[in-house]
């Protein structure tokens, strides 16, 4: 998996791509509490090049959602499609979280 | 007709065939199947003594073909053998394939011997191929002719092995006609093939070899519609399998879903089912994993091609629990993705072990 960041207005943009699995979720998880930890309270997290998500990643993105909620942020996923898709649909996660088509529609909905 | 007792065949330290014992009778008809390998060209071989045993009994009519004594030409005679690649000889016409032996080693006349050729070369619908050469026939023209010259010397039984294996599919059914045809004329045979569908039609008995055994015989009914033994059903059901034993929490998961990978490639698996079983024996590593180490993990995937089902079964020791109904489970989100990417989950104690069976949607 890769994570690249950029700030995009008062918020953040997560780009991942590749796999959110066991294996990675530790250092999504590690990343994003970094975020957080230095302040950061709106977070997009933009899925277009990621192909495959397990449990391990949706824990992840509770995490996420969970340490903003305590600091009132704010969290929005973007390009969920394909096999991520199914995975959140699973799990009911697309009714947990905000989620848009663009990346532009993201930072505009927790803008 | 045929009584063989504990057959057993080395070549050099390769154990063959190990401990083989059955009966074949006048009258019947032997398919004799199983994966490549498992000797069961070896037993044929055997039996006409192109192979000499290395233990253990046959006998044709009470006579003990293994002793010193016997005339292994005539046994040949009596029991003469159709091979998959045809074996004729290439300098000789189709006639004189088939007068050959039945006027040397029988001492037939001349024309005796080409009457009666030309009746089998009828029989096997090639009587106007009497003056050809066998690299003008097609595959499927030659070993209907080595058919032919099998039946000239009047043998007792025809073995054959593989009869159809090199022959291209178009040519495959015109050989088994015949054969079919001897079978309902009453011929003795002795049948080594692939060809599942004409076993289970032109049978009375089939011997499912497995480990140099016959590790399992029966009616065809018996055989194909009601296996008893695992192997006989993997292989009636063309099942494919992969298995991954599993020790430590500190497994390498990328590793493992590069073999499955190349499983699901083998079986040529669409990209969507290959999706869902990666994601499925993540999460139930994810659930087996705080186990691992004092509890061992045996992942088996089998794709059967004939039902196109696919299923992965987990086996695990350690005491009897259900892993997937642990109440220690943090969260329900891998249990979630489990049912959804699976019919049906099975859960039983067996021989001591933990056994969990999911049927992959597809």
């Given at each position: 998996?890769?994570l690249h960041?950029?700030?995009?207005?008062?918020?953040?943009v997560?780009?991942?791509?590749?796999?959110?699995d066991a294996?990675?979720?530790p250092?999504?998880?590690?990343?994003?509490?970094?975020l957080?930890?230095?302040?950061n309270?709106?977070?997009?997290?933009?899925?277009?090049?990621?192909?495959?998500?397990?449990s391990?990643?949706?824990r992840?993105?509770?995490?996420m959602?969970?340490l903003?909620?305590a600091?009132?942020?704010?969290?929005?996923l973007?390009?969920?499609?394909?096999?991520?898709?199914?995975?959140?649909?699973?799990?009911?996660?697309c009714?947990?979280?905000?989620i848009?088509?663009?990346?532009?529609?993201?930072?505009?909905?927790?803008? | 007709?045929i009584?063989?007792?504990?057959?057993?065949?080395k070549f050099?330290?390769?154990?063959?065939?190990?401990?083989?014992?059955?009966?074949?009778k006048?009258?019947?008809v032997?398919?004799?199947?199983?994966?490549?390998?498992?000797?069961?060209?070896t037993?044929?071989?055997c039996l006409?003594?192109l192979?000499v045993?290395?233990?253990g009994?046959?006998?044709?009519?009470?006579e003990?073909i293994?002793?010193?004594?016997?005339?292994?030409?005539?046994i040949?005679?009596?029991?003469?053998?159709v091979?998959?690649?045809?074996?004729?000889f290439?300098?000789?016409s189709v006639?004189?394939?088939l007068?050959?032996g039945?006027?040397?080693?029988?001492?037939?006349?001349?024309?005796?011997?080409?009457a009666?050729a030309?009746?089998?070369?009828?029989?096997?619908?090639l009587a106007e191929?009497?003056d050809?050469y066998?690299?003008?026939?097609?595959?499927?023209?030659?070993q209907?002719?080595a058919?032919?010259?099998?039946?000239?010397?009047e043998?007792d039984?025809i073995?054959?092995?593989?009869?159809?294996s090199?022959?291209?599919p178009?040519m495959?059914?015109?050989v088994?006609s015949v054969?079919?045809?001897?079978?309902?004329?009453g011929m003795?045979?002795a049948?080594v093939?692939?060809?599942?569908d004409?076993?289970?039609?032109v049978?009375?008995?089939?011997?499912?070899m497995?480990?140099?055994?016959i590790?399992e015989e029966?009616?065809?009914?018996q055989?194909?519609?009601?296996?008893?033994?695992?192997?006989?059903?993997?292989?009636?059901?063309?099942?494919?399998?992969y298995?991954r034993?599993?020790?430590s929490?500190?497994y390498?998961?990328?590793?493992?879903n590069a073999e499955i990978?190349?499983?699901?490639?083998k079986?040529?698996l669409?990209?969507?089912?290959?999706?869902n079983?990666?994601l499925l024996v993540e999460?139930?590593?994810q659930?087996?994993?705080?186990?691992?180490?004092?509890?061992?993990?045996?992942?088996?995937?089998?794709?059967s091609?004939?039902?196109?089902?696919?299923?992965?079964i987990?086996?695990?020791?350690?005491?009897?629990?259900?892993?997937i109904?642990?109440?220690?489970l943090?969260?329900?989100?891998?249990?979630m993705?489990?049912r959804?990417?699976?019919?049906?989950i099975?859960?039983?104690w067996?021989?001591?072990?933990n056994?969990?069976?999911?049927?992959?949607k597809?």
């Open positions: 998996m890769d960041t950029r700030t995009e207005g008062n918020a953040i997560v780009t991942l791509s590749g796999r959110l294996v990675t979720a250092e999504f998880e590690k990343s994003i509490r970094e957080i930890d230095s302040g309270s709106r977070i997009v997290v933009d899925f277009d090049q990621v192909d495959y998500i397990s391990a990643g949706l992840g993105l509770l995490l959602a969970k903003l909620n600091k009132g942020g704010q969290s929005c973007a390009n969920v499609k394909g096999n991520v898709r199914s995975v959140f649909d699973m799990c009911g996660f009714s947990v979280f905000k848009e088509n663009s990346v532009a529609e993201a930072l505009a909905a927790i803008a | 007709m009584k063989i007792e504990h057959l057993s065949k050099g330290d390769l154990v063959v065939l190990k401990d083989i014992s059955t009966e074949i006048t009258g019947e032997v398919t004799i199947i199983g994966p490549s390998g498992t000797g069961k060209s037993l044929l071989r006409n003594l192979e045993p290395s233990g009994s046959i006998y044709i009519n009470g003990d293994l002793d010193k004594k016997t005339d292994v030409a005539k040949r005679q009596k029991m003469n053998m091979f998959q690649s045809f074996n004729l290439s300098h000789l006639m004189e394939n007068t050959l039945p006027i040397k080693l029988q001492g037939i006349s001349e024309q005796d011997a080409q009666k030309l009746e089998l070369l009828r029989l096997v619908g191929k009497a050809s066998p690299d003008e026939l097609s595959g499927g023209q030659q209907r002719v058919i032919a010259r099998c039946l000239a010397m043998p039984i073995l054959f092995d593989e009869p159809t090199a022959l291209d178009t495959i059914r015109e088994l054969i079919r045809r001897l079978a309902r004329e003795t045979m049948i093939t692939h060809e599942m004409f076993a289970r039609d049978s009375n008995r089939v011997l499912y497995d480990e140099g055994l590790y029966g009616t065809p009914e055989i194909f519609e009601h296996p008893q033994k695992e192997k006989t059903r993997a292989f009636i059901n063309r099942i494919l399998s298995t034993r599993i020790s929490p500190d390498d998961l990328y590793a493992i990978e190349a499983f699901c490639e079986q040529i669409p990209k969507k089912t290959r999706n079983l990666l999460e139930l590593l659930i087996y994993a705080p186990y691992l180490g004092p509890i061992v993990l045996d992942m088996t995937i089998t794709y091609e004939k039902n196109d089902r696919l299923e992965l987990c086996e695990s020791t350690g005491e009897q629990a259900n892993p109904e642990s109440e220690s943090d969260d329900e989100l891998g249990l993705i489990i959804n990417l699976t019919e049906s099975d859960y039983q067996i021989n001591g072990k056994r969990l069976q999911f049927l992959i597809k």
